[in-house]
């Protein structure tokens, strides 16, 4: 097996978990098909998702004040198409989308073939965008749902099949069991559809967030490339350096292959200076390293603006979606029933959840109420601001 094939067989092992999830729900609709006493059916999920789009859309709109994307509208979505809508999440350079794409849909079908091409076509590229690939569809049976403008694009894949599942996992009698898994079913559809009703409202967070992930893919990039075309000496001698572990002498892909994930800023940077990274400004690398690849540390803080614009606006768009779904179904049976059916919680554990995007928010509206919302999205908040609420409210005048 050559280098190629090796690096595809690697990427598709790592997603193994989640091609048996898949597999099993698959099993187990079936299963539940063949069942004679299971005649429990649930409400089509593009009907409940057209009944509960204008009222979840307006609690967020209630929530925050401000108004959700013109036109916005549900779509239930396959699971390859769903797997494919993650490859427009990366937001790769302009040159680099179609490679994505590409890449996504070959890990996404499992076809070992294909991504082995892929590899070999542009290993620097390949060296990026695959480790999207493993993050992003590695979740995709965890994933209700997802916004991508103008629609909110709802898995059916899961939301279709869970009902019956975990309604057929709690065994006979079906029927007397069928209400709460129903309420619990319509409790995720309605959070899943609040969510991404307040991520629709976001569009200059989005923008934010789409530009400096872009920035980061550019210097991930640029990066790959930098090493791929190291000497062999060079090469060797830096992984011995670094401590990465021997490789045959004729995988000299895999070698750099190596010290790019070792260097990678995500986890070279984020190591060495911790979790305040994201407040940084200047990055020194050891002088062993530095011989090597003079222009890392100018990488490195190029690398530091994007992706703290990055962690700064997701952080307050996931923490945004958080706060109107707990301030919005706070008393809501149908979402008490999700948690309770579906997650195997409540509303007292939810509700005490720490996330630091949430904790801003939940700050900020104390302070500003509906009016803090449009703040966030005229002067958008950075790292340290979200550590820092109190600065962040003192410049608006709070």
Do not use: C
Not at 176 to 184: H, K, M, T
Not at 197 to 215: F, K, W
Not at 220 to 225: M, T, V, Y
Not at 345 to 365: C, E, L, N, P, Q
């Amino acid at each position: 097996m050559g280098e190629y094939d090796e690096f595809a067989e690697a990427l598709l092992d790592q997603l193994s978990v989640e091609v048996s999830e898949e597999r099993e729900m698959e099993r187990l609709a079936g299963e539940i098909a063949a069942d004679a006493d299971f005649g429990v059916s649930f409400e089509p999920l593009d009907e409940l998702a057209e009944r509960l789009l204008d009222g979840m859309a307006g609690l967020a709109e209630g929530v925050t004040g401000l108004a959700r994307a013109a036109g916005l509208r549900v779509e239930v979505t396959g699971l390859g198409e769903f797997k494919s809508l993650k490859a427009r999440k990366v937001h790769a350079r302009e040159d680099s989308a179609g490679y994505a794409r590409d890449l996504f849909a070959a890990v996404g079908s499992g076809d070992a073939g294909a991504v082995a091409g892929l590899a070999e076509r542009d290993t620097p590229r390949f060296l990026v965008y695959s480790t999207y690939a493993k993050s992003y569809l590695s979740k995709i049976s965890t994933t209700y749902g997802d916004y991508m403008e103008p629609a909110i694009h709802l898995n059916s894949f899961i939301l279709s099949r869970y009902p019956q599942i975990i309604l057929y996992r709690q065994g006979r009698p079906y029927e007397a069991r069928r209400a709460a898994v129903s309420s619990g079913y319509v409790g995720a559809v309605k959070m899943t559809i609040l969510e991404e009703a307040t991520h629709s409202m976001q569009g200059p967070l989005h923008e934010a967030n789409r530009a400096a992930v872009a920035g980061v893919n550019a210097i991930n990039e640029e990066l790959a490339a930098e090493i791929m075309g190291l000497g062999d000496a060079e090469a060797r001698g830096l992984a011995e350096h670094l401590g990465l572990p021997p490789v045959p002498d004729d995988f000299a892909v895999a070698l750099r292959a190596n010290l790019f994930f070792a260097l990678n800023p995500d986890n070279f940077v984020a190591r060495v200076l911790g979790p305040d990274v994201m407040t940084y400004n200047r990055v020194e690398v050891e002088p062993g390293i530095a011989r090597a690849l003079p222009g890392l540390a100018g990488m490195y803080e190029r690398w530091l603006r994007p992706i703290q614009a990055h962690h700064a606006a997701f952080a307050v768009m996931e923490g945004m979606a958080a706060f109107v779904v707990r301030e919005a179904l706070a008393d809501d049976a149908d979402f008490g029933m999700y948690l309770q059916t579906f997650m195997g919680t409540d509303r007292t554990s939810y509700g005490v959840r720490k996330g630091i995007g949430r904790d801003f928010v939940a700050a900020a509206h104390s302070e500003m109420g509906r009016e803090a919302f449009g703040e966030m999205l005229r002067r958008a908040p950075t790292t340290r601001d979200i550590k820092d609420p109190a600065a962040w409210l003192a410049a608006a005048g709070h």
